[in-house]
């Protein structure tokens, strides 16, 4: 098997590129040409492997592509994820290289070359390793798994209508374990599997003072100025401690043990490397957790995006009519997304002066979710690992979130093995995301394992 995908290195990435050549953006409604494009390329991709079925389901967004392959019913069967629409690349005049002309560079962490494009890691070449994984066993015989794939347009947008289509097609979606590849891995000399994720509440706030912009000399400091009354309400909601201060925010918060935090602390970390990687100069978070503790166990509030009044070159002085803001809040075992969601426009809401009124629009949420350690399909992802690496994986939590992982749980009543082989510093939902090659081959190389194992089970 290894001289096989060996064989099939250059090949496999030559496909990577043209995946990636095609701007998928979901976010965007002039790219829906486009991300029904990348839709068709994998469609035709899974056809040329002759499987059993490929089909196209339309939704009312963006499609969803489905496919099997159904060996024996004596065969576990899995069920594979991914998303083929990407995020926006802006902004653009900070790429190094176009986002969707994928280069391969090196780097210090990709010594032997990383592919420079949008989406490269997240998910297109996590999705795509899984395809070539299911290539390889199927091209030496090897197969002794059923396959399912199910790869969606929308993940970056809130998977607004995946739900819809599991709870409509549960006995398509039947399987013995669903297998994501959207996760990272600590280091490429500490590999890692993802045990649990945190939720997700997003909103868009709007604070609205005068009916329209006014002069700041005439009307300066006697009317309230929106974007200065929502910097104090943001401001508000941390304390000195770094705890968010919405009432209840941290009433369903899960209690880690301190086994389980211990386990946690035993992951290399280095923290003058991470603050140089980053370019920072020093870390903040709440108090009394480490820095794995604050990205993994801990619920958080942060601020993804602030607007209002003039931003053009040069000055205008201008006291703004509206200010508005992006807000997620990350959310941990046993918090649920509309409870949180309620509890922040209540307190937003309560917060505001009487000088101005204010709206709060609920965007896309998601469930937190822990996946069991103890199951035949995690035995064999770690096995695969240990092979592939030399060295047992570490299982980890993660910061992000993949709502998709909670539902799949409830609706399809399936656990899911999170392996991705990502790394933090791959730049995913910025400018000059990256994937290394090693990563990638890797990846092809451990899944495949995986899948043969599994078989073994």
Same mark, same amino acid.
């Given at each position: ?11 496999? #990435? ?11 953006? @979901?976010?965007?409604?002039? %790219?829906? &040409? ?10 035709? /991709? ?13 939704? =009312? ?13 004596? %065969? =576990? ?11 926006? =690349? ?8 176009? =986002? ?22 997240? +998910? ?6 899984? #395809? ?8 030496? +015989? ?31 979606? /039947?399987? +013995? ?7 990272? !891995?600590?280091?490429?000399?500490? *590999? ?8 997700? &509440? ?12 006014? $002069? ?15 910097? /104090? ?6 304390? +000195?401690?770094?705890?968010?201060? !919405? ?48 990205? &993994? ?12 009044? %003039? ?15 992006? !807000? ?8 649920? *997304? ?6 922040? #426009?209540? %307190?937003?809401? @309560? ?6 009124? #204010?709206?709060?629009?609920? $965007?896309?949420?998601?469930? *937190? ?5 103890? @199951? ?18 570490? *299982? ?30 791959? &730049? !995913? $939902? ?28």
């Amino acid at each position: 098997m290894k001289q096989y995908l060996d064989s099939e290195k250059q090949k496999s #990435v030559e496909e990577l590129i043209n995946f990636l050549k095609i701007p998928s953006i @979901s976010a965007d409604s002039k %790219y829906q &040409s486009e991300v029904r494009r990348g839709a068709q390329w994998l469609m035709d /991709k899974l056809t040329s492997l002759e499987l059993d079925t490929v089909d196209l389901y339309e939704t =009312p967004g963006h499609p969803i592509v489905f496919a099997e392959k159904i060996i024996s019913p004596d %065969y =576990p069967t899995v069920l594979f994820y991914g998303h083929y629409d990407v995020q926006p =690349p802006d902004p653009l005049n900070l790429w190094n290289t176009e =986002p969707f002309n994928p280069t391969i560079n090196k780097t210090d962490i990709h010594p032997d070359g990383a592919i420079f494009a949008r989406g490269a890691c997240d +998910d297109k070449g996590q999705l795509y390793m899984q #395809v070539k994984a299911v290539e390889a066993l199927l091209k030496t +015989d090897n197969l002794k798994c059923n396959i399912k794939f199910i790869y969606e347009g929308e993940e970056e947008i809130g998977s607004d209508h995946l739900d819809q289509f599991c709870m409509a097609h549960q006995d398509l979606l /039947k399987s +013995d374990v669903i297998l994501i590849c959207d996760t990272s !891995i600590l280091s490429n000399d500490t *590999p890692t599997i993802t045990t649990g994720l945190r939720g997700l &509440s997003y909103v868009e706030v709007e604070v609205t003072g005068p009916n329209k912009d006014l $002069h700041s000399g005439v009307y300066g400091g006697a009317v309230a100025n929106p974007i200065n009354i929502l910097s /104090k309400m943001i401001a508000s909601m941390h304390d +000195d401690k770094g705890k968010v201060t !919405i009432p209840g925010f941290y009433d369903d918060v899960e209690v880690v043990s301190e086994q389980e935090r211990a386990l946690i602390q035993e992951a290399p970390f280095n923290l003058e490397e991470y603050k140089k990687e980053i370019g920072i100069p020093d870390i903040l978070g709440e108090e009394g957790y480490s820095t794995f503790e604050r990205t &993994s166990i801990r619920p958080t509030l942060d601020v993804n995006g602030i607007w209002g009044g %003039y931003i053009g070159e040069g000055a205008k002085t201008v006291l703004p009519a509206k200010a508005f803001a992006k !807000i997620s809040m990350r959310l941990v075992p046993f918090q649920d *997304p509309d409870t949180i969601t309620k509890l922040f #426009v209540d %307190y937003f809401t @309560s917060i505001a002066p009487s000088s101005v009124s #204010v709206e709060v629009r609920p $965007h896309h949420g998601g469930r *937190p979710a822990v996946t069991p350690i103890d @199951s035949a399909a995690y035995r064999a992802a770690e096995a695969a690992m240990t092979e592939s690496f030399g060295k047992r994986p570490l *299982p980890m939590r993660s910061g992000g979130s993949i709502p998709i992982v909670a539902m799949f749980k409830e609706v399809l009543g399936t656990d899911s093995i999170l392996m991705g082989f990502g790394l933090d510093s791959d &730049s !995913i $939902h910025s400018p000059n995301e990256h994937f290394g090659l090693f990563n990638f081959y890797i990846g092809i190389e451990t899944i495949t394992s995986f899948l043969m194992k599994l078989a073994n089970k």
